[in-house]
């Protein structure tokens, strides 16, 4: 088990190493801006009275190393400093779009997951067949259209047209847990086409990776009976590269997610940054850009450890 | 039981029997399987919804023929070598190289096919369709055929530049880091693992936040273009002169004016808000590109003829010309179409968060957003523009798929 502890371990720190660097190139890129952010901020006609006060404010006369420091201890205790438009804390902002946004990546992944295994099994073992052929230009539809493609189809024809569920996923505090599935439902399927048409190719790879390996095929040779094969055989092997999967498509929802937000007009941690970005409101996305990073960098480590963890062969050392 | 459904029904199990007769098992299959689908649907959804999939199998068949058609005229003008590739490529591939054909000709020779101006108001707001106007008139009474066309141009030019310019970067990179090995390949592969590891969607916003608004002018897209030129140049040029200072001064000399003439060039092209674009979707995907291309040239620098070489005593110029480049380019070419789709994809995103592209330049991205209020007045008009990004995409990768198929020998 110690090995398999030192290599856990160690791909924690590399993931902290990571996310440092990642945090210097999202604070110092700012800093790239010619004059300073509150340059930036107050325009070329600001008076230089203005502008002093401006820095004094925000702290602007010190260098950009302490300045590093200061934002780093405070976005580790979750305080990512004042809005420049606003001039409200930005935790408090963002905080609860960033649950809302947890929420509708995890209802969507609650639904693609099981599926998209699923089928994607399914789909390798019926390889080569019509069935197989048919999924195959689904599935590569579903990936080339844009995420706001799918959402106005599913706008215009579960929506507008018939009625059945609301266009625009508004939320209050006071909805009960089945409203808000239903009012989240359609950018939730938005994301869960898109997510389990990428699943499902990679986990259909990934399993005919492994039906081609010799021990399958000697299992086969001695007689065992398919579904034994595949149980006993093929899965235990299998979790691996399907954990794999499931953490990476489950990272690239968290990107999908800012596209199904504008669409849907969802209260989420994705719209925030697309309304900072376009006000330059730049602690905004500077907090946005961590957040989005450090999640992502969160789930490729859990996907990393996830198959370290599954792999028979780290479990049981010679 | 109306006539329409008689015939609906009677024409699929007639094919079916006949599929079945002639022992063609899959379209066996596939037809059956569709009127078992259409009972249900029939009962739930009522004739409208067997009238959706009768127009949907009927474009189906119609792209089919489209594809067929248009793979026999290819192989028809195409040389004796090149026909008997295209003998091999399946229905879809040639369905997407008709697409990307389609989207060619419409791009190259949009100011003819348009009938209207790119940014000309002819109309009322939201004016329906009529003769003048094949798809009727966006928010502001223009034409949205006329826009369709010119956006072809836009969008696909802009994507196309980006992804040139991230695969040379990233292609000359990983070339460079598998011929050389040792600290400037572990450099070039960390800094290529920290900018994967920020989302492309996030790291373009967080860029565009920052070279956006005043940034956005002729000298900064000018500087940054030429900086990034110059890098990828002096990346070629160390490739090229290696030891030899007067290569090192000629490279230099002939590197600088290049990377001014293209930067004046692209330039007169692009407006520098595109410019910024193209860079910011450079530097997020050459990481990718050179991941790939380290990864397919690394396998191919161990092989003994590049040990051969070597002894020899080639240069290192020659190894990547001569001896790397054309074993690996199936991969290579298939990686810049799968690297244009995502591109594609991610401009289009932003024009359509209103980051991209800026309005009055026709786009298909920022059309969608343009016209989405139409969509909760029934009209389908928005899913147009969104409908040609998700098309051209399929398009191009099916033709990476089929390529992908070929090169890579998987015959599962």
Sequence with gaps: MGDILGLVVKRLGLGLIILLVISVIIFFMVELLPGDIAQAVLGQGATPENLAALRKEMGLDQPALVRYLHWLAGAVTLDFGNSIVTGASVAETIGERFANTLFLAAYAAAIAVPISIVLGVLVALLRNSIFDRVANVATLTSISSPEFFLGYILILYLAVKTGMFPAIASLSNDMSFGDLLYRTFLPALTLVLVVTAHMMRMTRAAIINLLASPYIEMARLKGAPPWKVIVKHALPNAWAPIINV?????????????????????????????????????????ACCLIFAATFILLNLAADVGSILTNPRLRHPK | MSLFVIAYYTLLLGASCLAAYFNKRSAFLLLFSLTLVSFVLGIIGGVSALRIVAILAGLLALSAMVSYAFREFLIAIASKNLAKELRTAPLTAAFGMFVIFTVAVAGIFAPLIAPHGEAEVITSAFAPADANMLLGADQL???????????????????????????????????????????????????????????????????????????????????????????????????????????????????????????????????????????????????????????????????DYIEAAKLRGERKWYLIRREILPNSTAPLIAEFGLEFCFVFLLIAGLSFLGLGIQPPTADWGSMVRENATLISFGDITPLIPAAAIALLTVAVNFVVDWMLYRSSGLKV
Excluded: C, H
Aim: zero cysteines; aromatic letters at 10%.
């Design chain 1, 246 to 286: 499931v953490a990476l498509n489950l990272a690239y929802l968290i990107t999908g997610v800012v596209l199904v937000e504008v669409v849907f007009v969802y209260p989420g941690i994705g719209q925030a940054l697309v309304d900072a970005v376009s006000k330059r409101d730049f602690p905004v996305v500077q």
């Design chain 2, 141 to 303: 009474g223009r034409d949205i055929f006329s826009r369709l066309v010119y956006g072809a141009r836009n969008t696909v030019a802009l994507a196309l530049a980006g992804t040139v310019m991230a695969f040379l970067l990233g292609a000359l990179a990983g070339l460079m880091a598998a011929t050389s090995g040792g600290w400037f390949d572990q450099f070039l592969a960390r800094t290529s693992d920290v900018i994967m590891s920020i989302p492309s969607l996030i790291f373009a916003l967080l860029m565009l936040s920052i070279f956006g608004g005043d940034l956005a002018n002729d000298t900064t897209s000018f500087w940054l273009l030429s900086a990034f030129t110059g890098i990828t140049g002096l990346l070629l040029v160390s490739a090229i002169a290696e030891r030899s200072v007067i290569a090192w001064v000629i490279g230099l000399a002939v590197l600088a004016g290049v990377a001014a003439l293209f930067g004046g060039l692209m330039l007169t092209i692009f407006n520098p808000s595109e410019i910024i674009l193209i860079l910011v979707v450079a530097v997020i995907y050459s990481p990718r590109v050179f991941r790939l291309t380290r990864a397919v040239a690394g396998n191919v620098v161990v092989m």
